[in-house]
């Protein structure tokens, strides 16, 4: 697969990317070689290997999953000018 110099121009306009004729050229061979770069990994025979997230087997921390309030209550109201029972009080607004 390869693009043409209309297809670079549409998609620098689609980007919204300003480019001249000169920069047009030279992303056309850019784009191309990142073309035929995806057309040899498709050639590739991956049959049987299994997707990995990092080339050394590592596991993932994880902490335990606990609901809990945080014990920030008290710091989270401490600058509201009114709270009750940790809970901003605001104005009536609508009667």
Request: net charge negative.
């Amino acid at each position: 697969m390869s693009v043409d110099l209309a297809t670079v121009k549409r998609v620098a306009r689609l980007s919204r990317i300003a480019v001249s004729e000169e920069e047009a050229n030279t992303m056309l061979g850019q784009l191309n070689g990142i073309l035929g770069f995806v057309e040899q990994l498709s050639e590739v025979n991956v049959d049987g290997v299994e997707p990995m997230t990092s080339v050394t087997p590592v596991a993932m921390k994880k902490r335990a999953d606990a609901v809990n309030d945080g014990n920030k209550a008290d710091d989270i109201v401490a600058n509201a000018p009114a709270t009750e029972r940790n809970f901003f009080m605001v104005p009536k607004v609508v009667e």
